[in-house]
Structures are given as structure tokens and as C-alpha cells.
């Protein structure tokens, strides 16, 4: 179920002249009957809404006064986001003969006395804002609508906007349907409003309500989903310039590609625009790749194994995301603990539809053909799943059978789709022999035709994370460092740069130039550091034989300086 709940407002919306008839709260009572919840958001004072509408526990919560207030009716707590304006504003009104009434924190009054609210607040120099509502007047204070308002109570239910449908006919209606994944106008409705709104219903007022409750009781609004354009997240662009956007509720994707592709950085923009606009994620990161993700906490490390606990308790904010470290847990250990996860996921899913994006990094390892459990726990209308592999031939076909869009990246491209090809039991696509340029992967979506190169939009952050990550992050066990030295009688393991540094400074010189000597420096560099210019320069120290132990550290300590931020509170970085 894509939507877990309807936001309306009141006057104009949900009731006629003031009054909501019983068809339209007999929809509402069968809205709820099917596990949805119901959000009233209204720019009436609480006290005159109960007043006139004595259903109001019909609704888990109401955003009153333009959004200043929540009221939530099962327990008839109120909660006020705002200040009330100065006493000094309100006298000030009474002087100039302004009819107002007062709420927890709205002041509000009638055309034409605008003008003389907008007087009062700049003589006075109050920071309040004047909205406007089919003649009504209302002051609030800045930053405050019904958007704002809406945002606190779904908080308050762990549900996220676009889990959201709402519903409105005024002018301050406007944000809090932007707000929401779908918006409807009724039939009623300004002409502004119609135009933004992805449904306009044929019925007015109520009548327009029912419409859009019996649409989400029998199809869950499926019929829209490709209405819903201004959703849908950049991937990258095609060679003649035209956008691939991915509807981010119906996208399955596959990331392949060889070690170094640049796997990593596709879904690290991926995840970065997602985050943006608000959609949550959970990343299964085996291998310690992903260790700054914007709005994510990471969870677990090389010492501490993260607990199913912790990841649902992470989760339960809508505006938090998860990065879930499984170096703590052994290799022949992860699948299991991400099986026992992934139910727990797809229970959170049914009930809060969250989170919206899974992404399982080493996909080959923890959702293997072998494992026949992934069959059975996957629902085949899971979406929002994202995997990543060097293998996609050894992808479960339960896991890539649900894919709906493959991207290869580094050499052989074409391989690397016939491989999916064959794990998800489809014809492998027409694709001849190319080679493709540094941020660029050949895309298949097999539901439109033959692959085509797309050029990938790279993530904002990436620069700051790839830097972190190897500087200061954890290396799983076969990509650290290792100074043995030349018997092998040491095994001083270096998990990152800033430890890498911290034992080249203390090794003996016979250690160091062995390694040097060895070209074990730039082979940890390009393969494990992924940095080939760094490895560049640490083959031009190692070839330089005249180099004694002292002279070489210094030259591989500026190259590391030079490239490699080091985190305050860590070594300076000297190699000396």
C-alpha cells in the first residue's frame, strides 16, 4: 500500500456551508477501516472547529489555526508550534477599529483589513506573516503554515509525505499539498489550485473527498503514478542530452560492474538526491564502502555488530536514513543476520511504508541463488529495492526477477548485462562491444528495449566521502594494509590512511623498504586506496632505487598530504 494516509482540509473541502455530510464521513470511517490514517488541516480555530464539526476522533490528528496548532483528539492534547502575536499588535488593532479573533497563536480577521495588518506589523516590527484564505485574514508567525503543520503531525505518526495524499480548494491549501505525494483539487477548487494538483476531482466539495477515497480503497491511486513527474529523480543523461529520471516508488534497480567501476559513486548520487527529496533509505554495506551518506547514521563497525534494534529504532524518524556496517558480523555470518533484517524491513514497509529505499551492497554475498530463504521473504511487488554487485549472474532469481532497471559500468558492459540477463531468466539483450568513458554506464530497462549509455549525474558529496572514507574509515580485513616485513614476522594491519601513517612512522627501516622495494604501496593505493594517481606517485618513489629509507617516506608522506585531508585530532600525517 503506497498511501497511509489522507490530509484534508475543512471549510470548502471536507464540508459545505460549514457542515460535513454523512456520505462523506461514512467514507472517511471505511478510509480508516482499511489501516489508512486520517489528518484534518484546517485554518479554523480549534474551539470553532469542534464546534461546528463534533467528529473530530474520526481524525488521528488535527493541524488547527493554519498549521500553528496540533490537536490530537483521541487523548485532546494540544500542542502550539508558535508564539501568539504581542498583546501591544492586538491593541494596536483594536485602536484602528480591526476585528480579530484569537486563537493558541492566530490572529485573524477579514478583507479589506490587510492593509492595516501589515501597518501594524512593520510599525511595530514584528516578525509575523499575513496568509491569505478566500477573504479571510490570518497572522502567524513566520515559517508557519499548514505545511509545517502537517509535517509535525505525520512526525508524530513516523509517516512520511509521500506516503501522503491531500486534499484542498484554497489558496493556502498550496503548501501542504506540495508537501504531499499526491495532490488532489476538488471540483470547487481555484483555478490556481486545479493546475498544480496531480487530481482534479469531477465532485465538489465532500463529494470530491468520496471520490478520491473510493479511488484509494480500490486502487491505491495506481492510476496516477505516472502523473507524478515533478517525483521522479535524476539518474543521468542520455548522449544527446535528454534526462533518465527514475520514479522512485516503482524502480527496481541493478548496479554491476567490476571492482573500481565506480559502483559506489553511482549509488552514493543516487542516494544523495533520494535523501533530498525526503525518501528514506536502508543500505546493507558488507564491506565498509559508504561511511559519509547525507542524512544517514551508520550503524555497526569492524568491533561492534549493529542490532536489528538499533536499525528499527534509526528508521523510526522518517527523516532518517541508515547505514548499516556489517564488518563487525564474520563473512559466513551476514547473510543470515540480513535475512532476519530484511523481514523486519518488509514488516516496518507494511506498516509505516518505510523505508522507502533498501540498498544491498555485495549483493552476490548476502541474496545468493544458494539461498533459498529470498524467495520466500521477497514479496514480488517489492520496490525501491537497489543492488550491487561484481557478480550478477550469482544474484538470487527471486532478488533479479524484481529488477526493472540494470546499469553495467567498467569494462565489458555488455558481459555484465547478459549476466543479469541470465540470473533474473530474461533474454539477454542486443548490446554490441563497447567500451565506456569514466561516468558513463550502459542502462537496460528491459520493460523499454535495447540498452543505451547514459551519462551518470555524480554526487554532490563525493569528494568529501571518498576522502573520508579511505582516510579515516574502516577497510574490511583483505583490503587493509599489511606490514609484515621481509621474513613475515610482523602483521601490523593498516585499516585506513591515517593508520597507514600512523605504523609507517614506528616501522623499522627494514620493513619499510621492503614493502617500498616490493611495490606494495602502490598496488595498496590503486586497488584497495582506489586512487590511481596516488599509486602513480608511489611508483615513482618505489622505482627510485637512490631513495634511502627517510628520503622515501617523506616523498610518499607529501603525496598522502597533498591528496588526503587527516581528520582533526589524528597523527599530523609525518611519515618521517
Known sequence: MRYLALATDYDGTLAADGRVDGNTLDALRRLRDSGRRLVLVTGRRLEELLEVFPHAELFDWVVAENGALLYEPSTKQETSLGSPPPQEFLDLLEQRN????????????????????????????????????????????????????????????????????????????????????????????????????????????????????????????????????????????????????????????????????????????????????????????????????????????????????????????????????????????????????????????????????????????LMPESLETTGAILPREFVGLLLITVHPNLISRAAAGLVSA??????????????????????????????????????????LGAPFVVGIEPPATEHNRHHRKYAEGTLAEDASFYFRGPEGKLNLKAVNLVRFVEIAEGVDDDTWLHHLRAGDYSRWFRESIKDPELAAEAEAVESDESLEARASRERLAKAVEARYTVPDGSPSGSLR
Open 98 to 365: 480591526v476585528p480579530v479573533a484569537t486563537g493558541r497563536v492566530i490572529a485573524a480577521t477579514w478583507e479589506p483589513h490587510e492593509t492595516t495588518v501589515l501597518e501594524a506589523i512593520k510599525q511595530l516590527g514584528l516578525e509575523l506573516q499575513v496568509i491569505f484564505n478566500k477573504g479571510a485574514v490570518m497572522v502567524l508567525p513566520q515559517g508557519l503554515n499548514k505545511a509545517t503543520g502537517l509535517r509535525a503531525a505525520l512526525g508524530k505518526m513516523g509517516l512520511s509525505p509521500h506516503n501522503v495524499v491531500g486534499v484542498g480548494d484554497a489558496e493556502n491549501d498550496h503548501a501542504f499539498l506540495t508537501l504531499c505525494e499526491c495532490s488532489v483539487a476538488v471540483g470547487n477548487a481555484l483555478e490556481m489550485l486545479k493546475r498544480t494538483a496531480t487530481i482534479v476531482t469531477s465532485g465538489e466539495r465532500g463529494d470530491g473527498v468520496v471520490e478520491v477515497v473510493e479511488r484509494l480503497l480500490s486502487t491505491d491511486l495506481e492510476e496516477v503514478a505516472d502523473d507524478l513527474a515533478r517525483r521522479k529523480v535524476l539518474l543521468g543523461h542520455r548522449d544527446d542530452g535528454s534526462e533518465v529520471r527514475l520514479d522512485p516508488y516503482s524502480t527496481n534497480m541493478l548496479v554491476a560492474g567490476s571492482s573500481g567501476a565506480g559502483k559506489s559513486t553511482i549509488v552514493a548520487g543516487l542516494l544523495e538526491r533520494l535523501a533530498a527529496d525526503g525518501y528514506q533509505f536502508c543500505l546493507i554495506d558488507p564491506e565498509g564502502d559508504y561511511l559519509v551518506m547525507p542524512g544517514a547514521v551508520r550503524l555497526g563497525d569492524q568491533d561492534h555488530k549493529a542490532s536489528y534494534s538499533e536499525i528499527e529504532q534509526v528508521l523510526a524518524n522518517p527523516d532518517q536514513s541508515v547505514i548499516v556496517n556489517l564488518l563487525g558480523l564474520r563473512l559466513q555470518d551476514r547473510p543470515a543476520f540480513f535475512q532476519g533484517l530484511l523481514t523486519r524491513l518488509i514488516e516496518l514497509r507494511a506498516a509505516s511504508g518505510r523505508p522507502h529505499w533498501l540498498v544491498v551492497d555485495e549483493a552476490h554475498h
Open 406 to 447: 540494470a546499469l553495467a559500468a567498467g569494462e565489458s558492459p555488455s558481459d555484465t548485462l547478459e549476466g543479469f540477463a541470465a540470473a533474473a531468466g530474461l533474454e539477454k539483450p542486443k548490446t554490441p562491444a563497447i567500451s565506456l568513458e569514466t561516468g558513463k554506464v550502459l542502462a537496460w530497462f528491459p520493460a
